[in-house]
């Protein structure tokens, strides 16, 4: 508040109108998909009003009655909370591990993990494909998750490790003297301590398995096993180009997003843990 | 009944040893003290006795059970921890009671006992705060609530008061000494700090590099230290310790210090040093300012310390040892006085110059000295 005083009201209206430009130059284009995807598609393509009307569902209509939407959304619901299971099963296990027992080289085995992420997602689709073709789970929603958390461990790992590390371990044993055993007391004091980061970890996984195109298009074949970027994509070949459906689709794509996100905000990871111990 | 018996208990961590033998027995009901400086294992011990470390060697008992090789859990001991370790994602109430409800405690008697426990700690009116809104002496609380409520047959306390301020660490030292009387269950308590040792407990261990110096009565050890460490950890301001020669006067033994000789307490008999060096100990408190005469030590002030009702002064001989001084409010000593210094026989010890052990014959060896 005191700083706000400080500084001259010219800079801060500077500042605003930047803030204000590049809030509407990254939101636009997601203002545009929803006003186009809520315009009657009759004037679609002669009016550029910035603002939508004649208002029409028509297009979410088509979207839904024409096209094999719902079956992609469901399996795009299906993966991504496979996703999340297993990588947060996984990352949980991997982490606590990590962090609590004496392993010989731990920072190097977690550093390699992060590896990953310097290769493009083809690179490590193809041989991946070839993998799922020789174990038969080539264009299975089993490999879209299996390929999913080959992304989301490494960084779920690296996030939780942090987590669990400034975890007081007293915490833990106190928890043991008091009549725990060691696992008891990893599922009722490390768990609910954990939960912003376990959030966080679970969120991020959706995040990236939902938005997955390169994936998708490379392990799934089948039109009625592909998820929604993919699905989305075989609509534009498939009918004649559809602008208006398309922005319908993209936007039932973000919605889950956009509820995610607000979720997102409420969890920070730091902060429970804090205060439960002196230091 | 649980007395705690440590036989021959020991620990490595790879190279190091953190506790090296330690045999100690604690009856049932005592409040016994594990003292020393940093490193010396004391909490080693202290986990060792919960079941969060293992044992490297010996065997530890409670009661009639032989916990060695038992879990934490299956141990029936309480433990309060330095960071008091609260479980941040519940209230207090359910810090309280959450040992009873993992043990399958049906609910009103966990009720019955955590309003119980918070009263007698001062803190009912805190049951639905979390750990984060509490001062660091309500934590202290709840940590000690949390362990109270148990019932346990042993109490662990790993510096429980080190992070509170001098004055919440009186007032909550005070608050243990009554917990114990009022459950009288047997208490093991790790500290550094020699006047909690001194004021809390019924015995205390003074530990060094792993292993029980010495194990007795707090004013036993104070009267009667086996050796120079002891000597100088209990008891403060430090014990002056200086090198003095042995000798045998003409009616009863001295020790000459500096060219002033100084009368032993006659009828106890001292071992033999070496070439009749000594190391000499004397309290700072068992100094006192007196007229020049045979046997006094004449020292010039260097400087003088006001504590309100006590006066420090640091002293040096003409040689360039130093004493401390310990007595009561004194305004008229100023540095750069010259006065002189005396003490009574039974004030003096006296120890080996090499192994540092008190050469008087009866020293309280470890292991001696019951409740
Ligand atoms: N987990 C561990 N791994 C390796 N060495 C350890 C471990 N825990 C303790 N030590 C070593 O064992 C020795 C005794 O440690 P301990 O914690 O028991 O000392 P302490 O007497 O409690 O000291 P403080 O007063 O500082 O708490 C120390 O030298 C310490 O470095
Ligand atoms: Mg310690």
């Not at chain 2, 994602?89 to 043990?103: A, M, P, Q, S």
Request: aromatic share 8%; net charge neutral.
């Amino acid at each position: 508040m005191r700083q706000e005083f400080d500084v001259p009201l010219i800079n801060r209206i500077a500042l605003y109108a930047a803030m204000a430009l590049a809030v509407a130059y990254s939101f636009f284009p997601i203002y545009w998909m929803l006003i186009s995807s809520v315009r009657d598609p009759q004037v679609l393509y002669n009016s550029v009003d910035l603002l939508p009307g004649p208002y029409s569902i028509e297009s979410y209509t088509t979207l839904l009655a024409a096209t094999d939407f719902t079956i992609w959304f469901a399996n795009s619901v299906q993966v991504a909370l496979g996703t999340v299971v297993v990588t947060l099963i996984l990352a949980v296990l991997i982490s606590y591990a990590v962090t609590r027992l004496q392993i010989r080289g731990k920072t190097t085995i977690i550093g390699t993990m992060l590896y990953a992420y310097m290769f493009p997602p083809l690179l490590l689709a193809i041989p991946l494909y070839a993998i799922f073709v020789r174990l038969g789970l080539a264009d299975t929603h089993m490999a879209l998750i299996i390929s999913h958390t080959t992304i989301t461990l490494p960084l779920g790992v690296w996030l939780l490790w942090g987590f669990f590390k400034q975890l007081p371990p007293d915490v833990e044993e106190a928890a043991m003297v008091d009549g725990c055993s060691r696992l008891g007391a990893f599922f009722r004091v490390v768990l609910p301590l954990s939960l912003p980061g376990i959030t966080t970890v679970a969120i991020f996984s959706f995040l990236l398995s939902w938005t997955d195109y390169t994936f998708a298009l490379v392990m799934i074949d089948s039109d009625h096993k592909k998820t929604l970027p993919a699905g989305l994509e075989t609509m534009v070949g498939q009918y004649e180009l559809r602008d208006g459906e398309l922005m319908a689709g993209s936007a039932l794509i973000a919605l889950p997003l956009l509820i995610l996100f607000i979720f997102l905000n409420r969890y920070f990871i730091h902060g429970l843990a804090a205060g439960a111990v002196k230091r | 009944m649980a007395e705690v018996v440590l036989d021959t208990v020991s620990k490595f961590f790879g190279n190091t040893t953190a506790v090296d033998g330690v045999s100690l027995t604690v009856a049932d009901g005592e409040f016994m003290v594990l003292v020393g400086p940093s490193g010396c294992g004391k909490s080693t011990t202290l986990r060792m006795i919960a079941g969060l470390e293992s044992t490297s060697g010996g065997t530890i008992r409670i009661g009639e059970r032989d916990v060695t090789r038992l879990q934490p859990k299956d141990r029936n001991v309480a433990m309060v921890f330095q960071n008091y370790a609260l479980y941040a994602h519940k209230n207090v109430y359910d810090n309280l009671g959450f040992g009873l409800k993992v043990r399958g405690t049906p609910k009103p008697e966990i009720d019955e006992r955590v309003q119980r426990a918070a009263k007698m700690l001062g803190i009912d009116n805190l049951l639905h705060r979390k750990p984060k809104q509490l001062s660091g002496g309500q934590m202290q609380r709840v940590a000690l609530g949390r362990a109270l409520v148990r019932e346990p047959d042993v109490f662990l306390l790993d510096e429980p008061l080190s992070n509170l301020d001098a004055k919440m660490r009186v007032h909550m030292r005070e608050e243990i000494g009554k917990l114990h009387a009022a459950t009288g269950k047997s208490m093991i308590y790790v500290t550094h700090d020699q006047i909690e040792a001194m004021t809390l407990g019924d015995r205390i261990a003074v530990m060094k590099d792993g292993t029980v110096q010495q194990l007795g009565r707090p004013l036993e050890i104070y009267d009667r230290p086996v050796n120079t460490f002891v000597a100088n950890f209990i008891g403060s301001p430090e014990m002056n310790l200086v090198e003095g020669e042995l000798a045998n006067g003409a009616s009863r033994p001295t020790v000459s210090y500096q060219g002033a000789v100084l009368a032993l307490p006659e009828g106890q008999h001292h071992r033999q040093a070496a070439d009749n060096q000594v190391v000499l100990g004397i309290r700072p408190e068992h100094l006192a300012i007196s007229e020049a005469a045979a046997g006094t030590i004449p020292v010039k002030v260097i400087l003088t310390e006001q504590m309100g009702a006590q006066t420090l002064l640091a002293c040096q001989t003409e040689k360039g040892g130093s004493l401390s001084a310990l007595m009561s409010r004194n305004d008229t000593t100023r540095p750069g006085d010259i006065i002189h210094l005396s003490t009574e026989p039974g004030h003096i010890h006296l120890f080996d110059p090499r192994s540092g052990t008190n050469l008087f014959a009866d020293p309280t060896a470890p292991g001696e000295g019951q409740p």
